[in-house]
C-alpha cells in the first residue's frame, strides 16, 4: 500500500507512517494531504475524549508544508475542534504555545532532520507528548467512521515570534561577550533565529538563515559530520569561539568548539549537566543509551544522580515529568529543560543556556572540551535495514547475548559492557535503519567490539557498516 485509502467514510493511513513517537512518511507516496485530513479528524475524536476544545498548530519551512498543514486544519476543524495558528517557525516554538495559551494539545508539520521529501506531524495532548499506543490507536480511529461532528470549529492566527524570543532572551546569563557562528541549515529556525541574535551581546555570523525546503547548502541534520563543514570552516575562519547548528525543525542541536571540532550530544551535555547540577546538587540527569559512560560517569562526579533511558524525544520528556528532573539529552542533540524552563526538547534555549556557561567563565569551549577524559568510540553509525526486520534483528540479538550470559541492558536495543567498554545496537524509530556506537579506553578494545557487534549483525543476515 502507498498512499493512504477510503473506506467506507474511513482513511486506512499507511501503516509505516505511524512511528513510535511521531508521525513521518514520504510526502506524495506515503503521506498525503488526504491522510492530514484524516489524522486532524482523528486527533480531535482524541482531543474531545479528553474534554478539549482547542488545540494550536505550526509547520517547518519545508515546501509541501502549507498544503500539508492546511489539509490537517481542515481536519481538525471538521472535527470540531478550534485552531490557533502558529505559523511557521521551529517545532520548539509550537511547544511553546502550548505551554503558554490556552489550548488543549498541538500539532506540528514537520519533517524533521529526515531528506526534503519527507513530512509528519509531532502532537502533544495537553501538555505531554502524544506517542506509542496512542499514535496507533490515532491510525484506527481514522479508519473508522467519523463521529457526527458538533459543530465546525473556528480558526484564528497568533503570530508568537516575539513572544518566544523574549521567552528565550529572558535566561540568558552571561557576563562576557562572545563570537559566535550560527548555521540555520535553511530550516524553520531562521527568522527565530535573526531576532534573538539581535538581542543578545557579542559578535554572530548567520549561515543559511534563510528558510528554504530545498535545504541548497546541506541537509539540517547537525548529528552527520559531513553537514557540520561549513559551519566548521566558518567557526576556524573567522575565530569564532564556538559554532551551533540546528536541525530542520529547531530541536536538536550541534556544536563546533573554537578549534572546529564537533561536540556530540553527550560531550555537549557533561557542560549543561555540571551547571544544572551545582544549581541543583544531587540531581537525576537523563542521558539515552547512545551516551558515552565519560558523561554518566561526570554527572556522578559532579554530584550528580545519572539516569540511562531510552531514546526518543517523547520517551525522555515523559521520564523527565515522571521522575522530576531537571535536565537531560540524547545523541541526537535533543536536549531537554525543565530547569527554569518547560521540559521539552529546544535546540534555541539549549544554545541560550550554553552560552550562558560559557559567558560566565573566562575557559573557552575547546579548553574545556581538552579536560574530559580519554576514550576512543565510533560516531554514531546508521545503516540501512527495512521496517519490517529491523526490530526483528533486535530481538534475535538480544536473545543470542542472553543465552551468551553478556552483561547488557536492553532498554531500547542492547547496549552490552565487556572488559573493554561497550557496543550497542538500536532499531531507529524515524528511519528504516539500525543504529550502532561503540566505545572503549583504546584502539585495540574498540576494534574488538566492533568484531563483536558485526559478528551478531552477520548472525542474523545484516551487513555489517564500515566500522
Given at each position: ?8 467514510s ?25 491522510d ?21 498548530v505550526?509547520r517547518d ?19 470540531s475542534?478550534?485552531?490557533t495558528?502558529v505559523?511557521?517557525?521551529p ?13 488543549d494539545?498541538?500539532?506540528m508539520?514537520t ?30 480511529i ?44 535553511s ?19 548567520l ?14 541534520d ?27 525543525d ?9 578549534k572546529?571540532r ?37 554527572i ?39 530547569d ?10 539549549a ?12 575557559e573557552?569551549?575547546?579548553a ?10 565510533t560516531?554514531e ?10 526490530f ?20 531500547d536495543?542492547v547496549r ?9 545496537l ?5 528511519q ?12 585495540a578494545?574498540?576494534d574488538?567490539l ?18
Amino acid at each position: 500500500m502507498m498512499n493512504g485509502a477510503d473506506t467506507g467514510s474511513g482513511h486506512v493511513l499507511n501503516p509505516t507512517i505511524l512511528r513510535e513517537y511521531d508521525i513521518r512518511g514520504i510526502v506524495g507516496e506515503t503521506l498525503s494531504g488526504a491522510d492530514a485530513r484524516a489524522i486532524g479528524r482523528a486527533f480531535a475524536t482524541v482531543v474531545a475524549e479528553a474534554g478539549g476544545r482547542r488545540v494550536a498548530v505550526g509547520r517547518d519551512g519545508r515546501l509541501s508544508s502549507p498544503l500539508i498543514e492546511a489539509a490537517l486544519v481542515d481536519g481538525l476543524v471538521e472535527g470540531s475542534l478550534d485552531v490557533t495558528r502558529v505559523g511557521l517557525g521551529p517545532t520548539p516554538m509550537l511547544y511553546f504555545a502550548v505551554n503558554t495559551l490556552e489550548v488543549d494539545g498541538g500539532l506540528m508539520v514537520t519533517g524533521s532532520h529526515n531528506p526534503a521529501d519527507y513530512n509528519g506531524f509531532k502532537l502533544m495532548l495537553g501538555k505531554r507528548p502524544f506517542f506509542g499506543a496512542d499514535i496507533q490507536r490515532l491510525g484506527r480511529i481514522a479508519a473508522a467512521p467519523p463521529p457526527p461532528a458538533r459543530r465546525r470549529g473556528e480558526v484564528a492566527e497568533q503570530r508568537l515570534v516575539d513572544t518566544y524570543v523574549a521567552r528565550l532572551l529572558a535566561d540568558y546569563d552571561g557576563t562576557r561577550p562572545l563570537h559566535v557562528a550560527w548555521d540555520a541549515g535553511s530550516g524553520a529556525t531562521g527568522a527565530v533565529l535573526q531576532q534573538l541574535v539581535a538581542g543578545l551581546p557579542g559578535r554572530h555570523l548567520l549561515l543559511n538563515e534563510t528558510i528554504d525546503g530545498r535545504f541548497p547548502a546541506h541537509h539540517p541534520d547537525p548529528t552527520e559530520a559531513k553537514n557540520l563543514a561549513q559551519l566548521q570552516r566558518a567557526v576556524l575562519e573567522h575565530g569564532c569561539d564556538l559554532g551551533i547548528a540546528f536541525d530542520g525543525d529547531g530541536d536538536r542541536i550541534g556544536v563546533i568548539d573554537g578549534k572546529g571540532r564537533i561536540l556530540w550530544g553527550d560531550q555537549l551535555m557533561v557542560v549543561l549537566a555540571g551547571d544544572v547540577i551545582r544549581a541543583k546538587p544531587g540531581a537525576t540527569i537523563i542521558a539515552d543509551v547512545k551516551a558515552s559512560q565519560v558523561l554518566f560517569d561526570e554527572i556522578a562526579r559532579f554530584g550528580g544522580t545519572p539516569l540511562m533511558w531510552r531514546t526518543g524525544h517523547s520517551l525522555i520528556k515523559t521520564k523527565m515529568v515522571e521522575i522530576g528532573a531537571p535536565l537531560a539529552g540524547e545523541m541526537s542533540g535533543h536536549i531537554f529543560y525543565a530547569d527554569r524552563y518547560y521540559g521539552y526538547d529546544d535546540a534555541l534555549y539549549a544554545a541560550i543556556r550554553l552560552l550562558g556557561v560559557l559567558a560566565r567563565t573566562d575557559e573557552s569551549l575547546a579548553a574545556w572540551r581538552d579536560r574530559l577524559p580519554a576514550v576512543v568510540n565510533t560516531p554514531e553509525l546508521r545503516f540501512p535495514c527495512a521496517d519490517t526486520r529491523k526490530f526483528a534483528v533486535i530481538d534475535e540479538v538480544r536473545e543470542r547475548l542472553q543465552r551468551a550470559g553478556a552483561t547488557m541492558s536492553d532498554i531500547d536495543g542492547v547496549r552490552v559492557r565487556t572488559a573493554d567498554g561497550w557496543w550497542l545496537l538500536r532499531a531507529s524509530n524515524t528511519q528504516d535503519v539500525l543504529v550502532a556506537r561503540a566505545e572503549a579506553r583504546d584502539a585495540a578494545g574498540l576494534d574488538r567490539l566492533k568484531a563483536l557487534l558485526a559478528e551478531q549483525l552477520l548472525a542474523s543476515g545484516v551487513k555489517p557498516p564500515r566500522l
